[in-house]
């Protein structure tokens, strides 16, 4: 039998046990519509010192540049004035995608000096084309070489994910060509008349949380020294960076129309790509799949994937400022709606999946929704007819006449052939 003072101290530590399985015990994720915080947004046209925005001149000189800052200051952080680039031409094959198009690498060097740092475009141009024309730019998770299968194609020397078989732990393999071709149907961009610009993210910024001691971050720490550290640009701003400056290249590229790139992204690519449309008047289109939390989907909803979660997983995405609403949503002086309404008048499309619960695909469809009023203001026709639906459309049914587009896709988080055909549709009514 157990001695005396070991049952004396039963309690005690029947207590101490039960308090920290609860401090430890991580909130469940909500998938239960019943059970989102009421909650009630900003409104973006609301100025907040409280000004009724109610002219696009008010808009675009008032409110439009205070929300932007809120977004740098709270949730993506500041990122360094743009650098000067210049570039190298590394790879030109003519006949690429069964003579379909021309495929080059170009090197970006961030800085005009001999030691700038470089990241690598992939671009595909169709040869059909006898003018500049309309582009998809965005970025790829594992390597340029995962596009399609072509051996031609380097293999990034950078960090990479680990994948199972296909990397050598965080170096990429040729095992890997192709592996993601399912994510980029570049045939059919070539076909339907389109150019197509990727860059491996990691090429830009390295996806760790490491202090910033790599990537573009350390290679601009200098650039970004004046800025509060508590503001200071997380990954996401820095692939948004980097995306910019791919567009400053194809602005002297004469085979792509720089005033019609649309910029494209998946998942964590996805909350990137709104945010390079957002700070980046530039890009005449903007398309986020499956972006969720930190992209499209509102954080008051706190369904699925919370600002608290992301913030844990992945400490590097946000600036630091943006631990303040960890569990505190309803404090952030901004939600997901006001990303999108940033790139008002430009044509959005935001897309989600039946199977993404986890990116709250009703929290993403609400985001445009409640940027309609923006698009309206500016003169567009917003989600669509005179009264846009409140409620997501049924899946596989898009809602894409207006000016801001949006589908659920049946299907897991993933971006497919099905959500291509969707933009280039979308693309074909705005940016030929
Ligand atoms: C998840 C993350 C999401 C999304 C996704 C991705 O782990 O929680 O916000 O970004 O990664 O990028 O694949």
Same mark, same amino acid.
């Given at each position: 039998?157990?001695?005396?003072?070991?049952? +004396?101290?039963?309690?005690?530590?029947?207590?101490?046990?039960?308090?920290?399985?609860?401090?430890?015990? *991580?909130?469940?994720?909500?998938?239960?519509? +019943?059970?989102?915080?009421?909650?009630?947004?900003?409104?973006?046209?609301?100025?907040?010192?409280?000004?009724?925005?109610?002219?696009?001149?008010?808009?675009?000189?008032?409110?439009?540049?205070?929300?932007?800052?809120?977004?740098?200051?709270?949730?993506?952080?500041?990122? *360094?004035?743009?650098?000067?680039?210049?570039?190298?031409?590394?790879?030109?094959?003519?006949?690429?995608?069964?003579?379909?198009?021309?495929?080059?690498?170009?090197?970006?060097?961030?800085?005009?000096?001999?030691?700038?740092?470089?990241?690598?475009?992939?671009?595909?141009?169709?040869?059909?084309?006898?003018?500049?024309?309309?582009?998809?730019?965005?970025?790829?998770?594992?390597?340029?070489?995962?596009?399609?299968?072509?051996?031609?194609?380097?293999?990034?020397?950078?960090?990479?994910?680990?994948?199972?078989?296909?990397?050598?732990?965080?170096?990429?393999?040729?095992?890997?060509?192709?592996?993601?071709?399912?994510?980029?149907?570049?045939?059919?961009?070539? /076909?339907?008349?389109?150019?197509?610009?990727?860059?491996?993210?990691?090429?830009? /910024?390295? $996806?760790?949380?490491?202090?910033?001691?790599?990537?573009?971050?350390?290679?601009?720490?200098?650039?970004?020294?004046?800025?509060?550290?508590?503001?200071?640009?997380?990954?996401?701003?820095?692939?948004?960076?980097?995306?910019?400056?791919?567009?400053?290249?194809?602005?002297?590229?004469?085979?792509?129309?720089?005033?019609?790139?649309?910029?494209?992204?998946?998942?964590? +690519?996805?909350?990137?790509?709104?945010?390079?449309? &957002?700070? /980046?008047?530039?890009?005449?289109? $903007?398309?986020?799949?499956?972006?969720?939390?930190?992209?499209? &989907?509102?954080?008051?909803? &706190?369904?699925?994937?919370?600002?608290?979660?992301?913030?844990?997983?992945?400490?590097?995405?946000?600036? /630091?400022?943006?631990?303040?609403?960890?569990?505190?949503?309803?404090?952030?002086?901004?939600?997901?709606?006001?990303?999108?309404?940033?790139?008002?008048?430009?044509?959005?499309?935001?897309?989600?999946?039946?199977?993404?619960?986890?990116?709250?695909?009703?929290?993403?469809?609400?985001?445009?929704?409640?940027?309609?009023?923006?698009?309206?203001?500016?003169?567009?026709?917003?989600?669509?007819?005179?009264?846009?639906?409140?409620?997501?459309?049924?899946?596989?049914?898009?809602?894409?006449?207006?000016?801001?587009?949006?589908?659920?896709?049946?299907?897991?988080?993933?971006?497919?052939?099905? $959500?291509?055909?969707?933009?280039?549709?979308?693309? $074909?009514?705005?940016?030929?």
């Amino acid at each position: 039998s157990m001695p005396r003072y070991t049952l +004396l101290l039963l309690p005690l530590i029947a207590v101490t046990l039960s308090g920290f399985a609860a401090a430890q015990k *991580p909130r469940a994720v909500n998938y239960d519509e +019943l059970k989102v915080p009421d909650y009630s947004l900003p409104d973006p046209l609301l100025t907040e010192a409280g000004v009724r925005i109610s002219d696009a001149t008010a808009w675009r000189e008032a409110r439009r540049p205070e929300l932007l800052k809120l977004f740098q200051q709270f949730v993506y952080g500041t990122a *360094p004035q743009p650098c000067p680039i210049r570039h190298e031409v590394v790879s030109t094959k003519t006949d690429a995608i069964d003579g379909k198009a021309t495929r080059r690498e170009v090197d970006v060097f961030f800085g005009t000096s001999d030691d700038a740092p470089s990241r690598r475009l992939l671009i595909y141009v169709p040869n059909a084309a006898s003018k500049p024309v309309a582009a998809f730019l965005g970025l790829n998770f594992q390597g340029n070489h995962t596009i399609e299968s072509d051996p031609a194609i380097s293999i990034t020397p950078k960090w990479v994910r680990k994948r199972k078989d296909v990397t050598d732990g965080n170096r990429a393999t040729a095992k890997a060509r192709g592996t993601s071709a399912s994510r980029w149907s570049v045939e059919s961009i070539i /076909d339907r008349g389109y150019a197509l610009v990727t860059i491996y993210y990691g090429d830009i /910024d390295p $996806d760790f949380d490491d202090g910033f001691k790599n990537g573009i971050h350390a290679a601009l720490q200098a650039n970004v020294d004046s800025v509060p550290p508590d503001q200071r640009w997380g990954s996401i701003a820095s692939w948004a960076y980097g995306l910019s400056r791919a567009l400053d290249f194809l602005e002297t590229d004469e085979a792509i129309d720089s005033a019609r790139v649309a910029v494209i992204g998946h998942s964590r +690519l996805g909350k990137t790509s709104l945010w390079a449309g &957002a700070s /980046d008047p530039r890009f005449a289109m $903007d398309i986020s799949n499956n972006s969720g939390c930190g992209g499209a &989907a509102l954080s008051r909803r &706190a369904f699925g994937e919370t600002i608290r979660v992301i913030n844990k997983n992945f400490p590097h995405w946000f600036c /630091d400022n943006y631990l303040q609403y960890n569990g505190d949503e309803a404090s952030c002086p901004v939600d997901q709606h006001e990303l999108v309404a940033l790139i008002a008048p430009r044509p959005v499309y935001i897309a989600s999946a039946s199977g993404d619960r986890w990116a709250d695909p009703k929290g993403e469809f609400l985001s445009a929704y409640h940027a309609d009023p923006v698009y309206r203001l500016l003169g567009t026709d917003g989600l669509g007819g005179n009264q846009p639906p409140d409620l997501p459309p049924p899946a596989d049914t898009p809602l894409s006449d207006g000016t801001i587009g949006y589908h659920l896709r049946t299907g897991k988080h993933d971006l497919t052939a099905y $959500d291509w055909a969707q933009y280039m549709n979308f693309a $074909d009514r705005h940016l030929k």
